[in-house]
């Protein structure tokens, strides 16, 4: 079984950066896709970015496109998330998921969050003044 842990969140004023970390504890971290999450006080859970197993693929919701850069490092099992140029909006909880499958199956631009079945306990990013 997967398990995935969170961690670079923090507080940071508009404008500025944070790197988010996914580590992954399985050795067959290279079948994997990974998606990033975020859920705001009060509203629902959204889709922000995922990476197919094998990095060929990536998918980013519009709202942190070209602010957010995902990518992975099979041989350290872990999955980064760049975030430039924060914005209040960015506000939430960030969790990683993470599911088995073929390279195209998993990591879409619809970024549905049913298709990845393990989950860590997310990290905080707050984006302030």
């Known amino acids: 079984q997967m398990q995935l842990v969170e961690s670079g969140g923090g507080l940071v004023q508009p404008g500025g950066s944070l790197r988010l970390s996914c580590a992954a504890s399985?050795?067959?971290?290279?079948?994997?896709?990974i998606g990033w999450f975020r859920q705001a006080p009060g509203k629902e859970r959204e889709g922000v970015s995922c990476i197919s197993s094998r990095g060929l693929i990536t998918n980013y919701v519009d709202s942190v496109k070209g602010r957010f850069t995902i990518s992975r490092d099979n041989a350290k099992n872990t999955v980064y998330l760049q975030m430039n140029s924060l914005k209040p909006e960015d506000t939430g909880v960030y969790y990683c998921a993470a599911e088995r499958g073929r390279e195209t199956s998993i990591c879409t631009p619809q970024l549905r969050s049913g298709r990845f079945a393990f989950w860590g306990q997310g990290t905080q990013v707050t984006v302030v003044s």
């Open positions: 399985r050795f067959a971290f290279d079948y994997y896709a």
